[in-house]
């Protein structure tokens, strides 16, 4: 870390260098506070730039540290010495000023951005509130509402919109430097404005924070975070500032303890480690600048569009003429859609529409450095499209299959350089959804490994390695809630009950809801061919709702009922009686809401360990991304590997062997018991 200040005439520069991010740490926080008395000291000075090296400006507090004590000097005593200097600072922001770093610049007299610069207060992503003045000093800037906004959101804005909002004093043209040098000699001999500090605070009108209240409560669900900081910005409306500062400090010490925003920083490292896994250091990646998709079915469709919105170009293959025209409108439907809910706007969609191409001809791939295939869940199919593939493609082309449940290893087997396959199986919706499962076979190169980690950083996916098993890492454990669904309501739970519990975990939707949605003939299509491997899956009552045609909502009924036109699920008559059937010589009980959640969840993490033993995932972190990313699991509780953790891992042992004594569960896997013998599962990450 360096802070470095140089002198221009009058105007000093004070220029920050703690890569990557410029982050506060404590040493940063010291050297700004030095800076300020220096600077107060030298009668040359009239005014002073802050301005940072590197990607961006100052990107927040120094999350690494919140695990530990706060150390002095404390950013909210920083922020103030910035605003008590004698000399005019101004801070001259590229790249993203956010959390701690925003508050640096709120400690200034002016902020001067370039148009591409992002400024916000993210902390609530975090589970915390802004812990150095952003609740109390921006709605003295900016007004009561619009701070409420870009707080409890934590979504960042634009400078010209910062501008709008009186957040930025001056977007520049051209060189960051030379033009926050420029504003600074225009204000140099000017008195300093009145410090926010001791601004006004914002009237709010009647009724204003009880409607916040409503909004902010209902978009931030079980998270916590949202509305304490509504309570901080509101105490800061009603009032001084020392108070607000207070209480300010006070909420966001007290989060920063917290199991929430403990969650949410193992969230926050996983996915940014997610992109760069350490075993494909110093690997080059293969170029990829142009991608085919094989099949424009709703997957394929979806995987086009997301290489189209991340700027390749595309081919679209289908089998003849009329599947191409189905499989273009498939993609336009998407654009449509984003053009319609505000997202696109129609020349945009346009443009990307141009970027894909139909046709039938393998041949138009001679040239083309991905292609991902998309095409019927079947062995024979597909193996027949790569066997094309192998002989039309580059010998460098990355070729990959999107499966979801076959091996990668066989539907490759054969082809001409399998170094140069490997499976990456995208979540539908495709362009919608951020997971992506990257799975190497035993002949993947490291390099073809490599660009498809690039590649899920140009889509803006999370990318993580599976290796090969049935159903990967998410759907295999997929396949385990969904049993133990099905064994509560064996045992005296009605889906309702399995469901409702399962949403106040935090989950969007239970299982037997989510099944309906998506539709039950695709788990009994994998569970056939399951029983064709000589395997037993366990799904008694789901496999009698097929045979009824109960497939879900898509047929008017499933686990649950469904009038014509509404999607409400109503308790089903005919499915009770059929669970009363399956269950009718097994013991009965009452279940709560936490028993049935534990039932679901710990064995899912019992799986989750055995993947995580196997080496089918690397990292635990690595399935928590999977869960919240492919499956909904809420991102505050981290995830269920960091849910086990943080409740303890002999506990998570202890109930799965009480579940496994009454046969409503397995019990612990030997890895479960070894990692909770070790406290923890990096015991399993060798
Ligand atoms: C806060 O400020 C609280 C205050 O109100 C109160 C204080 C009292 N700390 O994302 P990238 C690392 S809360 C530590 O790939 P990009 C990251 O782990 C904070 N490390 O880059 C990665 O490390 P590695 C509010 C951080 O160019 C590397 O930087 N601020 C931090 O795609 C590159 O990250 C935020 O929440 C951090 N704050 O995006 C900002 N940030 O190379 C969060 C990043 O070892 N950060 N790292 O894997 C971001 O949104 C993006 O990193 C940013 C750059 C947009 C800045």
Redesign the pocket.
């Known amino acids: 870390m360096t802070v470095t200040i140089a002198r221009e005439g009058s105007i000093a520069v004070v220029t920050v260098d703690n890569p990557?991010?410029n982050?506060?740490s404590q040493a940063l926080r010291q050297a700004l506070v030095e800076a300020v008395v220096e600077l107060d000291a030298d009668a040359t000075v009239k005014a002073v730039v802050l301005i940072c090296a590197g990607?961006?400006f100052i990107?927040?507090?120094?999350?690494?540290e919140f695990g530990k004590p706060p150390r002095p000097p404390?950013?909210?005593d920083v922020v103030a010495a910035i605003e008590g200097a004698k000399k005019p600072w101004v801070a001259a922001i590229h790249?993203?000023a956010?959390?701690?770093?925003l508050?640096v610049a709120l400690g200034c007299a002016y902020r001067v951005a370039v148009s591409s610069a992002s400024l916000g207060?993210?902390?609530v992503?975090?589970g915390?509130i802004?812990?150095?003045g952003?609740t109390v000093r921006l709605p003295r800037l900016i007004g009561a509402a619009a701070a409420v906004d870009l707080v409890t959101g934590g979504s960042p804005v634009g400078a010209k919109r910062a501008e709008g909002l009186g957040l930025v004093d001056v977007v520049i043209d051209g060189d960051l430097r030379a033009g926050s040098m420029a504003f600074a000699e225009g204000i140099a001999e000017k008195s300093l404005p009145q410090p926010i500090s001791s601004r006004a605070v914002p009237a709010a009108e009647a009724g204003f924070w009880e409607s916040a209240e409503k909004a902010v409560a209902a978009k931030a669900k079980r998270e916590i975070a949202p509305l304490r900081a509504l309570a901080s910005i509101r105490k800061a409306c009603e009032t001084d500032f020392a108070e607000a500062m207070a209480f300010e400090r006070e909420t966001?010490l007290a989060l920063r303890g917290s199991e929430q925003a403990a969650a949410l920083r193992h969230v926050f490292?996983a996915e940014?480690?997610a992109p760069?896994p350490p075993e494909l250091a110093g690997i080059t990646p293969r170029d990829i600048r142009s991608a085919a998709v094989i099949g424009g079915g709703t997957m394929g469709a979806g995987i086009a569009a997301a290489l189209r919105d991340a700027g390749l170009p595309v081919v679209l293959i289908e089998r003849d003429a009329t599947a191409v025209e189905r499989g273009l409108a498939n993609v336009k439907a998407i654009y449509d859609g984003s053009v319609k809910r505000g997202r696109l706007t129609q020349a945009v969609a346009d443009q990307r529409m141009a970027g894909v191409a139909g046709g039938d001809d393998y041949g138009l791939l001679a040239d083309t450095d991905l292609v991902i295939e998309a095409v019927f869940e079947d062995l024979a199919v597909k193996r027949a499209v790569f066997e094309t593939l192998s002989a039309v493609c580059r010998v460098d082309a990355v070729l990959a299959t999107n499966t979801s449940y076959l091996d990668p290893g066989a539907i490759s087997d054969g082809i001409a350089h399998p170094e140069r396959f490997l499976g990456l199986h995208f979540f539908s919706p495709a362009h919608v959804m951020k997971l992506l499962e990257i799975v190497p076979t035993e002949t993947t190169a490291p390099e073809v490994l490599a660009a498809s980690f690039a590649l899920a950083r140009q889509l803006a996916k999370i990318p993580v390695r599976a290796g090969i098993c049935d159903g990967f890492i998410g759907n295999r454990i997929l396949k385990v809630t969904r049993a133990q669904a099905e064994r509560l309501l064996l045992s005296g739970a009605t889906p309702s009950a399995v469901d409702a519990a399962m949403r106040a975990f935090g989950l969007p939707m239970g299982p037997f809801e989510a099944q309906d949605l998506g539709g039950l003939d695709i788990a009994a299509f994998q569970r056939k061919a399951a029983r064709e491997r000589g395997e037993t899956p366990f799904a008694p009552v789901a496999e009698r709702l097929c045979a009824l045609q109960r497939f879900g909502q898509k047929t008017g009924g499933g686990w649950y009922d469904y009038q014509p036109g509404d999607r409400a699920p109503k308790p089903s008559e005919t499915v009770a009686a059929i669970i009363a059937e399956e269950a009718a010589d097994r013991p009965q009980r009452a279940w709560s809401e936490a028993e049935i959640a534990d039932a679901i969840l710990l064995p899912m993490v019992n799986e989750a360990t055995r993947i995580l033993a196997e080496r089918v995932a690397l990292r635990a972190a690595d399935i928590d991304l999977v869960k919240i990313h492919g499956y909904g699991f809420p991102r505050w509780r981290g995830g269920p590997m960091h849910y086990a953790e943080a409740r303890g891992l002999a506990d998570v042992v202890a109930v799965l062997d009480r579940l496994a004594a009454e046969g409503l569960a397995e019990a612990p896997s030997e890895g479960l018991r070894r990692a909770a013998a070790a406290g923890g599962f990096s015991a399993l990450e060798r």
């Open positions: 990557p991010v982050a506060l990607r961006t990107a927040g507090a120094d999350v690494s404390h950013l909210p790249g993203s956010l959390g701690g770093g508050e207060l993210p902390e992503k975090l915390i802004p812990g150095a952003g966001f490292f940014r480690a760069r």
